[in-house]
């Protein structure tokens, strides 16, 4: 018994037995491994013979698959300052390919020396996931900065990003920074007083002054800059006629606050407000003048 192998990317070719497709004639194995390229529809039948005649198999065909392109780094940007030490990193998909099974992500601090190296650039591996973001577990060191790439992979390859670099936020940096504006932006609403060894700040307000005022400098002014950046989530305690504690993350969420609860200072007692950058926490005290 020997087999006659047709093997193309034409169709035609080979449901007519063209012998422009035939890749094997009269042979004895049972196999034949032919030579493919990524991403291609190929087409495939065997002639079997013997002293007594032949016989056609039916004609099959398969597609191959393709590594995927590469993806595409998203956030933070490159060259990004004032990072969370606790960043979600975000990419796109790759535009081509075959579908990815899943990423890589790599993360560590920049070594100018090292990461200039082929090849030695963000090579610690902090997780693997399905999705196209990964939030890191692990507080980074504040003021540093890091390289991340990510690798997409699926069964017929693996690629990687470029690699990005972004510096972590400095927290006393930014609570010198963010008292230092307040004061600009309350003036004529409250007094600040600070403590920086203790990170504690008192805002003491002036009659007829009301809270809707300090939120509407909040807002309108330096604190809206904070938020944005997802450098200074607000968590407010102690309000009265509100239970728990609200995260404030946005302007919105502060008009949101202002329109269920709007009273003036008659009667108020101290209110606590905590600007938390990640593990750090600032103690914000709000108190009617005496």
């Keep these: 018994m020997t087999y006659d192998v047709y093997f193309s990317v034409n169709q035609t070719l080979v449901n007519t037995l063209d012998i422009a497709a035939r890749v094997a004639i009269e042979q004895i194995g049972l196999t034949y491994t032919p030579v493919l390229v990524p991403n291609q529809t190929y087409y495939w039948r065997v ?20 590594a995927p392109s590469a993806p595409a780094l998203v956030s933070p940007a490159n060259g990004a300052t004032r990072v969370s030490l606790l960043p979600d990193l975000d ?9 990815v099974t899943f990423y890589s992500v790599y993360l560590n601090t920049y070594d100018v020396i090292t990461s200039s190296r082929i090849g030695r650039a963000a090579t610690t591996l902090i997780g693997t996931t399905t999705a196209t973001e ?39 940096e930014i609570t010198e920074e963010f008292l230092d504006e307040a004061v600009s932006y309350l003036t004529g609403i409250a007094t600040l007083t600070t403590n920086h060894t203790t990170d504690e700040a008192t805002f003491t307000f002036a009659p007829p002054q009301t809270f809707r005022d300090f939120f509407d400098a909040l807002k309108n002014g330096f604190l809206g800059t904070y938020l944005i950046d997802s450098v200074f989530p607000i968590k407010m305690t102690g309000i009265p006629g509100i239970s728990g504690e609200i995260l404030l993350e946005d302007a ?39």
Excluded: H
């Excluded at 990419?91 to 579908?99: K, L, Y």
């Excluded at 202002?258 to 593990?279: A, H, Q, R, V």
């Design 47 to 66: 002639v079997a013979k013997n002293d007594w005649g032949t016989n056609q198999g039916a004609v099959r065909n398969f597609t191959t698959g393709e």
């Design 91 to 99: 990419w796109d998909e790759p535009v081509s390919g075959s579908p």
């Design 252 to 290: 919105d969420q502060i008009e949101t606050l202002l329109s269920i609860w709007n009273p003036s200072l008659s009667g108020m007692g101290p209110l606590t407000i905590k600007f938390t950058p990640d593990e750090v926490t600032y103690n914000v005290w709000f108190v009617q003048a005496p």
């Design 134 to 172: 990964f939030s890191c577990s692990a507080t980074l060191t504040e003021d540093t900065e890091y390289e991340w790439k990510v690798k997409a992979e699926n069964g017929f390859g693996s690629i990687d990003s470029v690699t990005w670099r972004f510096t972590t936020v400095d927290t006393t």
